[in-house]
């Protein structure tokens, strides 16, 4: 019975962000136009030259600016709201992206799908262990073998939440009020653990661009670029 209970909070939580980002949405479009990790994905752009692309909570789309011209683009977000604003964005930058509602937990594409695949600020959002791993393991699904991904997460040790414990709620106000989006803090060693377990070949592990500190456990994000091994 409390495993039952356990699963059905974890329903709840994930129903209850799927509704705050479908609330935020217009705002999050006007106010997060550009992408904050614009530098990271070109970077990959530039690695990765053209496939099939993967964008797992595309949110409404300033992710796939760089991949425009030489990749076929997908994009999946849980949020209907934030799919429609990804379409918005698509028809006004010209580009070609296949979109659907869909959760990070159940990828709706055949195994081996794609070549590579994004997922920024996607996985920080998922509550519970067990949906996590299998977030990840549906990311491993999709993606071709010796495919490369790129994600980002926040921080466990960013100054900011050092008091604060693994999960929390940040604000974000709207014309009803104040909403808060559930957050899963991640530290360095924790995401390489559940990468490398999950069957993944860690590439590299870094800070986001315009972190200057060191040493880098205390950014605010956490970049892996990763491979199916």
């Not at 962000?17 to 935020?24: G, L």
């Not at 904050?36 to 300033?62: D, Q, Y």
């Not at 998922?126 to 990311?139: M, P, V």
């Amino acid at each position: 019975m409390e495993d039952l209970y356990r699963e059905f909070t974890k329903f709840v939580a994930m129903t209850t962000n799927k509704r705050i980002f479908d609330e935020i949405a217009e705002s999050w479009y006007r106010l997060r136009h550009w992408s904050r990790f614009t530098k990271e994905v070109e970077g990959m752009a530039s690695r990765w030259h053209k496939g099939k692309l993967l964008n797992i909570g595309c949110a409404h789309g300033p992710d796939f600016l760089p991949f425009k011209d030489n990749f076929e683009l997908y994009g999946v977000d849980f949020s209907a709201q934030m799919v429609k604003l990804a379409q918005k964005y698509a028809d006004k930058f010209d580009l070609e992206a296949n979109l659907t509602v869909a959760d990070a937990n159940f990828l709706p594409y055949m195994d081996s799908t794609f070549d590579q695949v994004i997922a920024v600020a996607t996985y920080h959002h998922i509550q519970g262990d067990k949906q996590r791993q299998n977030a990840f393991q549906e990311l491993r699904r999709v993606l071709k073998s010796g495919g490369e991904a790129f994600i980002t997460v926040w921080n466990r040790w960013q100054p900011g939440f050092w008091l604060k414990g693994k999960e929390v709620n940040i604000p974000w106000k709207s014309k009803g009020g104040i909403l808060y989006r559930y957050y899963y803090l991640f530290s360095y060693p924790e995401l390489h653990n559940l990468l490398t377990r999950g069957g993944f070949e860690i590439i590299s592990m870094f800070p986001e661009k315009s972190y200057r500190l060191s040493p880098k456990f205390f950014s605010r994000n956490i970049c892996a670029l990763i491979k199916k091994s």
